[in-house]
């Protein structure tokens, strides 16, 4: 059993009409198995519409399925009796950290999920300053968000979900409103997180960079999963990614380019490193 296990998941958005009676129905997911280990670095590929929103919705509970089952350390979404613990596992971060920044101080911003917890006040103000400089936020805790970047506010946010102590943070779209310096910033953020801290960490993209910083992509297109597997055999599959609506990322593209122009590149480069590195031993 995995930290997370989705089993035969099934999710329809229902449509009413006035009078609130059923008019129809569009499935958003259709029969999704999937496992999330401990540990685990999944970058959730797919083009606008495929459904992996949803998908990041079921994994903690602000969606249930309409068919099948996720289970979060053994607790099913659907008991509603378990759904504060499974909230206290798996934490959310959405695309808009304006959505999820409620004080006017940056520090009380990140104390309030422990504080509706119950923690006490001297583990919450020690969470507040390991949390806080764990995302490099720690001189801004007397600011007012208001007065933040926007890559300065998603670090909040998550900082916010740290202090909970999750074991799995899952991130909604955290850069699609940032600029490249602000998304660089998040992606090293939750590699850290991932890396050092041993958190588990899902993140719902469509770019193509950042997927590559991943341990583990999965696409998701048409409501099902189309693939799954280490960033460079995922980005190997040319056709099922272009069938998907997606593409490389720019630099495997580029090396793609410079090999076809007759320089002796290795395949599979898939990061801005890999190909100077690449360039480098050329060279010399």
Known sequence: ???????????????????DQIESSVRALDDINLEVNAGDFIAVLGRNGSGKSTFAKMLNAILLPTF?????????????????DIRKNVGMVFQNPDNQIVANVVEEDIAF????????????????DEVSSTVGMKEYLLKSPNNLSGGQKQRVAIAGV???KPKCI??????????PIGRRDIIETVSKLNREEGITIIM???????????K?????????????????????????LRECGLDVPQ??????????????????????????????????
């Open 216 to 240: 583990r992509v999965v696409v998701i297109d048409k409501n099902k999963v189309r693939a799954d597997g280490t960033p460079r055999e995922v980005f190997a599959d040319y056709k099922t």
């Open 170 to 179: 899952v991130l909604d779209e955290p850069t699609a409103m940032l600029d």
């Open 68 to 84: 099948g089952d996720v289970l979060v350390i053994g607790m099913n979404t659907k008991d509603e009796s378990r759904m504060l």
């Open 113 to 128: 999920g422990p504080e509706n917890l119950g923690v006490p006040s001297d583990e919450m103000r020690r969470r507040v």
């Open 204 to 214: 719902i993209t469509h770019y193509m960079e950042e997927a590559a910083a991943a």
């Open 1 to 19: 059993m995995g930290l997370i296990d989705v089993k035969n998941l099934t999710f329809d958005y229902i449509i009413r009409d006035e009078n």
């Open 251 to 284: 630099v495997t593209e580029l090396a793609g380019l410079l090999k076809n122009a007759g320089l002796p590149l290795r395949d599979g480069i898939i990061t801005i490193e890999e190909l100077i590195s690449e360039l480098k031993t050329r060279k010399s």
């Open 162 to 164: 740290l202090a909970m």
